[in-house]
């Protein structure tokens, strides 16, 4: 179960999603699940090679496909940066699905799986592209939206006008969505089985 520290970390990332400054989001965003990336291994006792975290959060794309998506998020993103400012339910719906995603992250990696035996306690990046190419199938496999009585309820977490606490993100996350969760974890053990 993820502690308390890596819902902190969801909480986080999700309320970075309201900063009205283009790209300096996703960079916040970014370097706060790396942290936490860092922070998970470390209480598990794995050692990782520096670029873990960065590939861990990596979007998979290829330079062409990353360099295509930056020319349009020029283009885009301070447009949708001043639609969620102006629509705050868009941002608060956005800012539930990325602390989601971040969750699901962390769930990830305290399955015990992620470093086989084989490697000892030793996380390579090698072993983290191919755990970054899993998590992204597994997330595609299942969108996080499909868990839609906690997205629902997390959305309205972020929609009130008092703080959320990291606490109650977990409660909602972890009572609205057991079947979700479990179909998570079935799909992640079921494709880290393949490789054995």
């Known amino acids: 179960m993820p502690s308390i520290r890596v819902h902190g970390a969801s909480l986080g ?22 942290a ?10 794995i050692t990782f090679e520096k670029q873990v975290p960065a590939l861990l959060t990596s979007s ?4 062409t496909g990353r360099l295509g998506s930056m020319t349009r ?7 949708k940066k001043l639609f969620r ?16 995603a971040t969750y699901f992250l962390a769930r990830f990696l305290q399955h015990p799986g992620i470093v086989p035996h084989a ?3 030793h996380l390579t990046a090698e072993r983290a592209r191919f755990l970054g190419k899993v ?30 606490s990291a606490a109650e993100l977990s409660k909602v996350i972890e009572r609205s969505s057991p079947g979700f969760i479990a179909e998570f974890d079935a799909m992640l ?3 880290l089985a393949r490789e054995i």
Do not use: C, H, Y
């Not at 936490?36 to 006792?45: P, T, Y």
């Open 189 to 191: 053990d079921a494709r």
């Open 60 to 63: 998979g794309r290829t330079l």
């Open 36 to 45: 936490m990336i860092g922070m998970i291994l470390a209480q598990r006792g």
């Open 135 to 164: 998590f992204r199938e597994i997330s595609e496999g299942i969108d996080i939206r499909a868990a839609k009585g906690a997205f629902a309820q997390v959305v309205a977490l972020f929609k009130r006008s008092e703080p959320t």
């Open 73 to 79: 998020g020029l283009i885009l993103k301070p447009l």
């Open 119 to 121: 490697l000892g306690q």
């Open 13 to 34: 990332t999700g309320v970075s999603e309201f900063i009205p400054i283009p790209f300096l989001d996703e960079w916040i965003i970014k370097k706060q699940r790396q």
């Open 85 to 100: 400012t102006v629509f705050f339910w868009l941002a608060a719906r956005n800012a539930a699905r990325t602390a989601m």
